[in-house]
C-alpha cells in the first residue's frame, strides 16, 4: 500500500500563488507517474498535470504556462506551483501516483480563489 499526503492548499486571491506538495509512503518501489487532478463543485475529476519517470511533463490547456508540476525521486514527493491563480481554479486537488498497475489517491486538498 502506498499513502498520499497532500498539503499547501487554501485561499488566496485572484493573481496569486501556491504550492501544493504530496509526500509519498509506504510500500514504493517504483512510482511510475505522479499527478494532480481538481474537481470542482458539479463537475467531474480532471486531470491538471502528470509527471512521468523520466521526467516528462504534461498539462491540461487551461493551466498552460501557469502551473507547474515537478517531482522529487528521492524523497518521493511531487509538488504543483500555482501561478496566476483565477476563480475558475477553485476545486479541491487531489494527488495521484501509479505504481505497479495500482492507482493510489490523496485525500484532497481545498483551494479557493477569490476575486
Known amino acids: 500500500q502506498v499513502q498520499l499526503v497532500e498539503s499547501g492548499g487554501g485561499l488566496v486571491q485572484a493573481g496569486g500563488s501556491l504550492r501544493l506538495s504530496c509526500a509519498a509512503s509506504g510500500s514504493i518501489f517504483s512510482l511510475n507517474t505522479m499527478g494532480w487532478y481538481r474537481q470542482a463543485p458539479g463537475k467531474q475529476r480532471e486531470l491538471v498535470a502528470i509527471?512521468?519517470?523520466?521526467?516528462?511533463?504534461y498539462y491540461a490547456d487551461p493551466v498552460k504556462g501557469r502551473f507547474t508540476i515537478s517531482r522529487d525521486n528521492v524523497k518521493n514527493t511531487v509538488s504543483l506551483q500555482m501561478n496566476s491563480l483565477k476563480p475558475e481554479d477553485t476545486a479541491v486537488y487531489y494527488c495521484?501516483?501509479?505504481?505497479?498497475?495500482?492507482?493510489?489517491w490523496g485525500q484532497g486538498t481545498q483551494v479557493t480563489v477569490s476575486s
Open positions: 509527471i512521468t519517470s523520466p521526467e516528462s511533463t
Open positions: 495521484n501516483a501509479m505504481q505497479l498497475g495500482y492507482e493510489y
